[in-house]
T-cell receptor
């Protein structure tokens, strides 16, 4: 079985501040992990994914995420928020030994204040 | 490169009317295809997925149905819409293989009035 928990349905930061969006997963086998971004009225766009290579994964738009097996976490970070980062962010997990259907978190809305 | 298109982008339908949303993938063969729904303020709900022509799996019992008449075409339908069917519908695709990424279409806004 696999599951994803995104802590905080809304995260608010000031422009230029650190962005931290939390994602914890549950998987009985090594997972594949993904972060997606969704801008208003658009589909989801892949930000980055972890597939058992390097634990620190760099994605588009300056985002990165670190896979921590001991903490079962895959938090998304960006050193300096930009107004254009305001969007909905989804974490997803796929278990390597199970269904190819990913499980998505409920999403975190990132609000960036000027 | 692969692309995915879904249409229409927006539609307003009366309760009890039929629905047809279409999705087409280009640049790949035998993709896995998915239909998701996002209700306002909620996460993604998987409605249907397909691993091949005529092979449809339903995740949630409801008055919606899906069909895959061609390898790269996925259609979401309803004979009679309910108010609760309103939402943002997303088509998606992936190649087979558990580690492969799911790619999403632009989405279709459905408002049932």
């Amino acid at each position: 079985a696999q599951s994803v928990t995104q802590l905080g349905s809304h995260v608010s930061v000031s422009e230029g501040a650190l962005v931290l969006l939390r994602c914890n997963y549950s998987s009985s086998v090594p997972p594949y992990l993904f972060w997606y971004v969704q801008y208003p009225n658009q589909g989801l766009q892949l930000l980055l994914k972890y597939t058992s290579a390097a634990t620190l994964v760099k994605g588009i738009n300056g985002f990165e995420a670190e896979f921590k097996k001991s903490e079962t976490s895959f938090h998304l970070t960006k050193p300096s928020a930009h107004m254009s980062d305001a969007a909905e962010y989804f974490c997803a997990v796929r278990s390597s030994g199970g269904s190819y259907i990913p499980t998505f978190g409920r999403g975190t809305s990132l609000i960036v204040h000027p | 490169s692969q692309t995915i298109h879904q249409w229409p982008a927006t539609l307003v339908q009366p309760v009890g009317s039929p629905l047809s949303l279409e999705c087409t993938v280009e640049g790949t063969s035998n993709p896995n295809l998915y239909w998701y729904r996002q209700a306002a303020g909620r996460g993604l709900q998987l409605l249907f997925y397909s691993v091949g022509i005529g092979q449809i799996s339903s995740e949630v019992p409801q008055n919606l149905s899906a069909s895959r008449p061609q390898d790269r075409q996925f259609i979401l339908s309803s004979k009679k819409l309910l108010l609760s069917d309103s939402g943002f519908y997303l088509c998606a695709w992936s190649v087979s293989g558990v580690g492969n990424t799911i790619y999403f279409g632009e989405g279709s806004w459905l408002t049932v009035v």
